[in-house]
């Protein structure tokens, strides 16, 4: 509801203080009407959104409302998807599909999210039981199905170009947050047969690192086209997750990369900042590179080779604009005759006479620098006095 957003986050956190005070509780409860459900339901989603508001009336955001159309899908809720998904809930996505086989463990205690009494549950529905809770007014597909089978893989490309909030309409963007090569090969398969836009991350299976990436079908490199070299060993995944023995996690690396993988989703849904097509995380350094990689034209993927076609093509047949160069006219203000002060040192003396420049990293600069005691290279001409005296002289110009 609009009225609810413009009248503050504390408008909105004393109506659901009155509605909880009432007795109401999500999923109902004894006593509670429905109207007094709705009532709760209004506010909360309210109470979520208003401080996201903020960003529009700081001119950082033109229409952060406009999150509520988008529909996002989620394969993988682990370790960096399910953060993702609660992420994207907090923030009033419109609809999330949420895409997992595996169950809730109390091995994945360690990480964010999930607890200790959903132990058993599958992910996508403990995933959303949670999310719920979080954001009513979200709609939440969920689907319990591995996505590299042929039948779900079928399954799985007919949700992402029909599963929008409008039934038969795609999906805004896929996000990989899955832990293994052969699922990232699945979506990478289904994204580029559909032209569908998607962010592929993963973290390190030392926990220290991590990724995103945005790939955009016949315009960015797709996975298929330069892998990560993290999977690059040929070596069979299965006999990696032995029973008893599990890769090293940790929440903070897992919460760092969920961040930036919503961050640049935020960005990209509502066209705002800069969407990083290649960004990394290194923990050990905290260190951040960003790149960008280009399709390759010899690509293992036939759709993906497709997709370049195709983007050629569009790019060939955008006009383009012809950028013209006007020479700026010099306009001297209140000075007719064009005169111009010009320095009796050169750059070379200036910098001789200035004092030192500390070290500092690269792309900062001092303002300005403290001026050299010791040396000073303005030479002043010395006038040479004359003999006679002033009075002398006048007397002389008297008698001529």
Request: net charge negative; charged share 25%.
């Amino acid at each position: 509801g609009g009225g609810g957003l413009r009248d503050g986050a504390g408008c909105a956190e004393e109506a659901v203080r009155a509605v909880l005070k009432a007795g109401a509780r999500w999923g109902g409860g004894e006593g509670c009407s429905q109207k007094c459900r709705e009532h709760f339901l209004y506010n909360i989603s309210s109470f979520l959104c208003s401080r996201l508001m903020a960003l529009k009336r700081m001119g950082i955001v033109k229409d952060y409302e406009k999150i509520r159309t988008f529909t996002v899908a989620v394969v993988g809720v682990g370790g960096v998807g399910s953060v993702t998904a609660e992420m994207l809930t907090r923030c009033g996505i419109g609809k999330l599909l949420l895409f997992d086989y595996d169950k809730v463990e109390l091995a994945n205690m360690n990480r964010l999210f999930f607890q200790p009494h959903q132990a058993g549950l599958s992910k996508v529905q403990a995933a959303e039981h949670t999310l719920r809770n979080i954001n009513p007014d979200v709609q939440f597909e969920v689907h319990n199905y591995n996505i590299t089978t042929l039948d779900n893989f079928e399954h799985f490309m007919d949700r992402i170009s029909n599963g929008a909030l409008e039934e038969g309409k795609p999906v805004d963007l896929v996000l990989s947050c899955v832990d293994n090569f052969e699922a990232r090969m699945a979506i990478n398969t289904a994204c580029n047969e559909l032209g569908q836009i998607w962010m592929e991350s993963g973290v390190s299976e030392n926990a220290v690192s991590g990724h995103i990436q945005l790939i955009i079908p016949g315009e960015t490199a797709c996975f298929a086209c330069a892998p990560p070299l993290v999977v690059a060993a040929n070596i069979d995944e299965k006999t990696l997750k032995r029973e008893g023995v599990c890769a090293a996690s940790l929440p903070t690396t897992m919460g760092v990369v969920a961040g930036i993988l919503v961050q640049n989703v935020l960005k990209y849904l509502l066209s705002f900042g800069t969407v990083s097509y290649y960004l990394g995380y290194n923990a050990m350094q905290d260190f951040f590179p960003t790149m960008s990689m280009k399709p390759n034209p010899q690509c293992s993927d036939q759709n993906c080779r497709k997709q370049q076609e195709n983007y050629k093509k569009k790019e060939a047949a955008r006009p383009k604009q012809e950028v013209v160069e006007q020479e700026e006219e010099i306009v001297h203000e209140d000075n007719d005759w064009g005169i111009e002060l010009v320095s009796e040192i050169s750059e070379d003396e200036l910098k001789a006479a200035s004092g030192p420049v500390p070290e500092l990293p690269e792309g900062i600069t001092v303002a300005y620098t403290i001026p050299n005691k010791e040396e000073n290279l303005l030479t002043e001409e010395m006038v040479a006095e004359p003999e006679e005296s002033l009075e002398e002289l006048m007397a002389k110009m008297r008698n001529m």
